[in-house]
């Protein structure tokens, strides 16, 4: 344990959290009192599936300690695997195509590394794909922020890797645009952009009016066509630029800081209602 402690401390706290909820679990079979014994409301069916599996959606997507989606972040040995796209024709979410990554390609070696990587560790780590991209420098900060990002997966196929994304719809990437002080309208326009979202496969007038819509709702900038067309590696912003949309995409690795609740939300969001229940009617033991 003191070694699993050292080097996984997430998965020891939710091993106690578990161990506690066994104990709690033996006052199930106890008689009721007369007050537990008192009609309840009954829960609408799927209600209790909707709202964990709500959550953890909002938790996958809002993990503001991963600087992978906002910050301009410079290589070293503890940053995230990170590579741009090359020049060419944007497949993953505008043709649903995938992506075909050649022995001779220059990004080649950083995206078999990122297949290493989550083979290695596939439960705190994530591995995305953005698209089109943020870019600009504003209260001393440099951005390098996606707009779109989809998970994806990464397979070999002789000296090929084969790019896939996992997931059927792209997340709309918030935290470029947070700050501590979001106001009530902030978070209107936030609501409103997740609603407008676009569905795959992309078109360039559906990425042109969500777009649009964004540099409306927030003030940034379109620099790029959206057209599909892909650029290689931005240049860096040395000075105060205005955040810009800009036709490049990349794939990155992010960390899960939620992983395990993640984890037991999807669980109980896949349950049957009678199943979740009696837990939630036992002392609040989830508590």
Not at 50 to 63: G, H, I, V
Not at 86 to 103: A, N, V
Not at 112 to 128: D, G, S, V
Not at 270 to 279: F, G, H, L
């Amino acid at each position: 344990m003191p070694g699993l402690a050292r080097n996984h401390p997430q998965r020891v706290v939710h091993l106690r959290r578990l161990q506690n909820i066994s104990i709690q679990m033996s006052e199930i079979d106890k008689p009721l009192s007369a007050s537990e014994n008192e009609p309840r409301p009954e829960l609408r069916p799927g209600l209790v599936e909707s709202l964990t599996s709500a959550y953890a959606m909002l938790l996958k997507t809002q993990r503001t300690a991963s600087t992978a989606y906002v910050i301009w972040n410079k290589g070293h040995k503890r940053s995230h695997e990170f590579a741009w796209l090359e020049t060419s024709r944007e497949t993953i979410l505008m043709d649903r195509s995938g992506l075909t990554i050649k022995p001779e390609s220059p990004m080649h070696p950083a995206v078999q590394k990122m297949m290493a990587t989550m083979e290695l560790n596939p439960y705190e780590r994530e591995l995305l794909y953005g698209f089109p991209y943020i870019i600009g420098q504003s209260g001393g900060i440099k951005f390098r922020a996606p707009l779109l990002t989809i998970p994806i997966s990464i397979t070999a196929n002789g000296g090929n890797l084969i790019i896939n994304p996992s997931e059927d719809a792209p997340r709309f990437n918030t935290l470029p645009f947070r700050t501590e002080s979001d106001t009530s309208a902030r978070e209107l326009a936030f609501a409103r952009l997740m609603e407008q979202c676009p569905d795959l496969p992309l078109t360039s007038s559906s990425l042109k009016c969500f777009c649009e819509a964004v540099a409306r709702e927030l003030g940034v900038v379109i620099g790029g066509r959206l057209d599909g067309t892909l650029h290689g590696a931005p240049t860096e912003p040395k000075r105060q630029t205005p955040l810009t949309i800009v036709d490049h995409a990349a794939c990155f690795i992010a960390p899960k800081t939620s992983y395990f609740l993640v984890s037991d939300l999807d669980v109980i969001g896949q349950s049957e209602v009678w199943t979740i229940r009696p837990a939630a009617r036992k002392r609040e033991m989830f508590k």
